[in-house]
């Protein structure tokens, strides 16, 4: 392993993160992080080793702005419990971790995943599942820009993305497969409308339901607005109350109010748009 | 049906005196030019030159012609302008287009010439002498620890030294065509003369498929902003991870893949619907600033074990500064890309008129990191119609530490550039997802026509460096003193740092 | 004819401003924090908030900017200045001697820091206009003090002014900022606003000039992204007497603010509106007037629209702007606790300072966060606003949306 080249700053220096290992209990299979000011390569380094000694749920205290902290991990059985905010890429490019925050997540988490279960009990901020793969990523409250953007699947591979409260801009930009939900329901702002612009712009595969109403101006071109029929809510139900139980709400009180569905009207959106020469 | 202005390009003429009536020609074109009736019968509005049917017909009696037809004179219009304004009107499209920009624009290489040692400062025998190309791509670190081993001799400190460079056997790696835009037996093809010839290939964006494997040593995974195929066992199979920002065709802008392309294989890899354009987004989504890309880079080491983590750029005109910036954010190559470079499919106004030439972008980001003091930090990939042993020669003399190829692969697989590579029917199998053209790539055949390509262009390199006096492809690395130009406008010979011959 | 040679190799002199025109500016981090009530905090917060953005940038620039930091000299303009040697000091000092009454002049206290190296000579000067020379040209102090710091900035070789506001000054050089607000004893000063910034450029470090905040008057600038507009921008500000001599992006932020609110008189919500407009398919959504409003706006100022990603902190002594760009490519996370309102690129700085926030949010795209020092005249809109009535007035509402 690369050993970060001196970037500790020189003494007397406020410094935001030590570079230095950080307090670990162990009580059996649990183990309990303080990362007060520590690294996240220092942090993260500490995670991996904890699982390979066969950690299966490990507490991290004190977390504030740490990155990737999940990322790059493959296994079964194993859940990180996060206090604090969460940094940049919670949970990037995992295949298989269940990961929950008590707190917000910041910018990309979920980004490129495969697989694995992230719970936030706050808000996260923008690009969240971005190039999702797999998994699911159930947000609490409020998401920012650019979420849940060129989501994929394959076959059993769909990945799925709840957020309880309202997005912004571009959500569910060229999205290629999976499902997005959004709830409007647990946020800050009651007079923003649940979403913003650019609502599935280029979105080519997959599904959004938003429970309340939709614009069609607030929509790419490449998508239709239909509300959610008994079929569709049959599909819809099983993560609702997946969800319900994770945050604690109540699954009935959620499926209560019509849900808008959007989906692709074609999945060659821009088959027009290109002359062969 | 409405009358296409648009003449055909070519005709074909086949000498029906010689002709076996065999039908070879119908089956192995891919654009259904010829019916037969009795005898093959051609449309000629079809026919995209890629002498498929020249080569296998057992006759010799097919040649293709341009059609020329004579136009007023007119400088300024030219036919392809004329043709490009008639398909627009009846199209309403964005012209697409493929391979690498053909235009008269000038061509920088071909400007330059090679010194050789003579009388005061003998060259070196080549057949004879060694002659190392042994080039190692990634980080170096500015200096070597050592400490005393206690038995009177040193060794290298601890953490010291190189970590995570890749050692190829010759500066020629394989440049990233993804699967999708090329066939699987491109691909395999690829892999293989890769781990023959002690060198790398690079998926492009479409993912790794199984196939690939047993080569994983060999290969490089490109994560490009549509994220096709990215996992983490993904990255964990690949000797390095490439961040594809963009591609010297298209600058700026993202990929293509038409429809055309995605079968069931390339549906699952990318996972995309089938039958879908696979639109790359221009910028990744989780890059918007160079900041970012270094978030990116550090992921990216955090998810594979910090493998070596490159980054693909077209240049473009501060293309200098965004090499200074990315090497400051963490990447342990940067592949410079030049505006000849080629594509599956691109649109033609981008592909012809946006980005720089390789030449000078390998110059003067070369000469930016010098100056910065970081020019040991990465490793420099300089791609962009790379056509010959010269060019890489010249290429390494300007700055690059290793070139890549692409076209000239493609070429070495039967490719006649006929630039239609964005239709998918390829007829020589290699742009092609159509079952009955793929299986005309074999990959033994192909990985032992590319081991002979990087093989001539490395002995041929050995025969340069041997004129130049040098036996290890080092000493040739950045020293523009052996370049001198004929012919190259001052400015630019000033930018290349290359003098006029006489001088 | 003898050929210049050395043109041909590498290594060819390079004069000590190393910024080249129409370089890329690369990304950051940055931070605000105002204390609506006035009172004072210490240097320390926003150190302390970059800090735990180091991975933001590269250690080639950092810097702060403080207000309210000089209670004793409330009237007077304080010039922050960078000089590369004593011969240009002495160049300025002349022209500053012409043009202004020195009150004080000294060097800014710093203390030594390992890894900060290459320091310019830095010095501050309480000033006040030579009355009669104000006369003479007719022109208000800020116009004057304006064309001072342009003359100062292109015209006397190796000196540079950081900050010329009343009441407040830059802090920024070549480091980290945790390391330059320590090399800056910043822990000792104490104000209302603080922004802060960490910079990771792409180009020959050694410019102390070259991080941020960039000023003018009592406006800071700093500026999280790229603008892709800066060709046309600047073009533009040379019209109306702006010497755009700094080589950087962010520059033609801080002279489109002083152009904006000050000399144009508009009020900050519609200078926000010039920089980020909303987007015309937007614009036709609204309501008729207000659609008029945004149309003149953008016809009127294009060229000083903001293209490319941007998060933006304005500094000045009446409170603190952070604006980003309309379609918010760039992170930027604002909060308020109590009277404190705090804008960071992301929410684990916030926290260093604000670990219990009354309210965290994201801001939207093309919205200002503004926060007012209570009781301060500005030369900014009469209207009296909090967050409420900024979100009532541009607010993004279903119902408006719908008409």
């Not at chain 2, 900041?291 to 992921?299: F, K, P, S, T």
């Not at chain 3, 670990?355 to 994201?362: F, V, Y």
Request: proline share 5%.
């Amino acid at each position: 392993m690369i050993k970060p080249a001196s970037i500790a700053p020189p003494a007397g220096v406020i410094e935001g993160y030590r570079y230095m290992a950080p307090v670990v209990e162990r009580d059996g299979e649990i183990v309990r992080i303080d990362a007060q000011g520590v690294y996240f390569q220092q942090l993260n380094g500490a995670v991996r080793d904890e699982i390979a000694a066969g950690a299966k749920l490990i507490k991290i205290a004190n977390v504030n702005g740490q990155r990737y902290i999940g990322t790059g991990l493959g296994v079964s059985g194993v859940k990180i419990e996060i206090e604090g905010t969460a940094g940049n890429d919670l949970a990037m490019l995992t295949d298989g971790i269940e990961i929950e925050v008590f707190g917000n997540a910041q910018d990309g988490a979920g980004n490129t995943m495969s697989n694995g279960r992230i719970v936030v009990r706050g808000d996260a901020g923008d690009v969240l599942g971005y190039g999702m793969r797999g998994g699911c990523v159930y947000v609490k409250g409020d998401v920012g820009y650019r979420v849940g953007i060129h989501m994929k699947a394959y076959e059993k591979l769909v990945p799925v993305l709840v957020c309880g409260g309202k997005a912004l801009d571009f959500f569910g930009e060229y999205m290629a497969g999976g499902m997005l939900v959004l709830l409007g329901m647990n946020t800050r702002d009651e007079r923003q409308p649940i979403a913003g612009g650019f609502l599935g712009a280029g979105m080519h595969g997959g599904v959004i339901y938003v429970r309340g109403t939709v614009e069609p101006w607030q929509c790419g071109a490449e998508v239709g607005i239909t509300t959610a029929s008994e079929k569709h809510m049959t599909e819809l139900r099983p993560v609702i109350e997946d969800y319900a139980a994770a945050m604690g709400m109540d699954a009935e009180h959620i499926l209560s109010q019509p849900f808008k569905r959007i989906a692709p009207i074609s999945h060659r959106p821009y088959a027009k748009l290109y002359a062969l020469m | 049906m409405r009358q296409s202005f648009i003449q055909p390009e070519f005709r074909v003429k086949i000498d029906y005196d010689k002709c076996h009536k065999c039908g070879r020609c119908v089956q192995q074109c891919g654009w259904d030019v010829y019916d037969f009736s009795e005898r093959p019968i051609p449309h000629d509005e079809r026919c995209r030159a890629c002498h498929r049917c020249v080569t296998f017909c057992p006759a010799h009696c097919i040649t293709i012609e341009k059609n020329t037809l004579a136009f007023r004179d007119n400088d300024n219009w030219s036919t392809d302008a004329l043709k490009a304004v008639w398909r627009q009107a009846e199209t309403g499209g964005v012209l697409l287009t493929s391979m690498g920009n053909p235009r008269p624009y000038e061509r920088i290489f071909d400007k330059l010439v090679l010194d050789a040692c003579q009388v005061t400062n003998p060259s070196i025998d080549p057949l004879r002498e060694p002659m190392e190309l042994c080039t190692y791509l990634g980080r170096k670190p500015d200096s070597v620890e050592v400490v005393s081993d206690g038995n009177g001799g040193f060794m290298l400190a601890d953490g010291a030294g190189m970590h995570h460079n890749i050692k190829l056997d010759t500066p020629i790696v394989f440049s990233p065509m993804s699967y999708g835009s090329v066939s699987l037996g491109v691909h395999r093809s690829l892999a293989m003369a890769a781990e023959r010839c002690g060198i790398l290939m690079n998926t492009g964006e479409g993912g790794l498929h199984e196939d690939l494997h047993p080569f994983q040593d060999n290969v490089i995974v490109q994560v490009a902003s549509g994220r096709f195929g990215v996992s983490r066992e993904y990255l964990q199979r690949a000797a390095a991870i490439e961040i594809k920002i963009g591609q010297g065709a298209k600058p700026g802008i993202g990929g293509h893949l038409p429809g055309e392309k995605i079968d069931r294989e390339v549906s699952a890899t990318r996972m995309i619907p089938q039958g879908s354009d696979a639109i790359s987004p221009a910028p990744h989504h989780d890059i918007y600033s160079i900041e970012d890309l270094r978030q990116l880079i550090y992921a990216l080491k955090e998810a594979s074990g910090y493998k070596p983590v490159g980054v693909k750029i077209a240049a473009v005109h501060n293309v200098a500064a965004i090499a200074s910036g990315i090497v400051r954010a963490g990447a342990d190559y940067i592949y410079l890309d030049g505006f000849r470079g080629g594509t599956g499919a691109a649109p033609a106004v981008i592909r012809d008129h946006v980005g720089i030439p390789l030449e000078i972008a390998i110059a003067v980001v070369d000469q930016r990191l010098r100056e910065e003091g970081i020019r040991n930090q990465a490793s420099i990939v300089a791609a962009g119609s790379i056509r010959s042993s010269a060019d890489a020669a010249k290429a390494i003399a300007l700055g690059a530490d290793v070139v890549a190829i692409g076209t000239a692969t493609l070429l070495a697989l039967g490719c006649h550039l006929c630039q239609s590579c964005h239709t998918g029917r390829c007829s020589w199998g290699i742009t092609t997802q159509k079952p009955e053209l793929t299986r005309r790539i074999d990959p033994e055949w192909g990985a032992e026509r590319l081991t002979n390509l990087v093989n001539a262009w490395s002995h041929e390199l050995q025969e340069i460096l041997g004129a130049l006096g040098v036996n290890a492809v080092e000493s040739l690395r950045g020293s523009r003193e052996r370049l001198r130009s004929i012919g190259l406008d001052e400015s630019t010979g000033l930018i290349l740092g290359v003098k006029p011959a006489g001088l | 004819m003898p050929h210049d040679l050395d043109r041909y190799y590498d290594f060819k002199p390079r004069n000590f401003r190393e910024e080249s025109p129409f370089k890329i500016h690369g990304g950051c981090g940055l931070m605000g924090i105002c204390d609506e009530s006035g009172a004072p905090m210490s240097g320390e917060a926003p150190i302390l908030a970059m800090a735990v953005q180091r991975d933001r940038g590269n250690g080639l620039g950092g810097g702060f900017a403080g207000y309210g930091i000089y209670p004793d000299f409330p009237d007077h303009f304080c010039f922050h200045m960078m000089y590369h040697d004593l011969g240009a000091k002495e160049a300025a000092e002349v022209i500053l001697d012409q043009h202004f009454l020195i009150e004080v002049a000294e060097p800014i206290p710093t203390r030594s820091v390992k890894g900060i190296t290459g320091a310019p000579l830095l010095w501050r000067y309480f000033m006040t206009p030579h009355t009669h020379m104000l006369e003479e040209r007719e022109v208000s102090e800020e116009d004057y003090v304006v064309s001072l710091v342009m003359l100062l900035n292109s015209q006397v070789d190796g000196a540079f002014v950081a900050s010329s506001g009343k009441n407040m000054g830059a802090f920024k050089g070549v480091g980290y900022p945790e390391e330059i607000g320590h090399y800056f004893c910043l822990e000792k000063y104490e104000g209302h606003t603080w922004v802060g910034h960490n910079r990771f450029p792409t180009n020959t470090p050694g410019w102390w000039g070259g991080a941020h905040p960039f000023t003018l008057l009592d406006w800071s600038i700093v500026h999280n992204g790229e603008i892709s507009s800066y060709g046309i921008n600047r073009r533009y500000l040379e019209q109306f007497g702006y010497a755009c001599s700094l080589g950087t992006d962010t520059e033609v932020v801080a002279y489109l603010f002083d152009l904006l609110l000050r000399r144009h008189r508009l009020p900050i919500e519609l200078a926000c509106k010039v920089l980020a407009p909303p987007l015309w398919s937007r614009i036709d959504r609204m309501p008729a007037e207000k659609a008029e409003l945004m149309r003149s706006l953008r016809a009127v100022y294009g060229p000083g629209m903001l293209n490319g990603p941007f998060a933006i902190v304005l500094g000045f002594n009446g409170g603190m702007v952070a604006l980003n760009d309309r379609i918010k490519l760039r992170p930027l996370v604002a909060a308020r606790s109590g009277s404190k309102v705090m804008v960071a690129s992301e929410e684990s700085a916030i926290r260093t300072v604000l670990p219990k926030p009354d309210e965290l949010w994201t801001p939207k795209a093309g919205e200002p966060v503004i926060a007012r020092i209570k009781g301060v005249q500005s030369p900014l809109s009469p209207i009296e606003a909090s967050r409420a009535v900024i979100t009532a007035e541009m607010a993004y509402t279903a119902e408006e949306v719908m008409v």
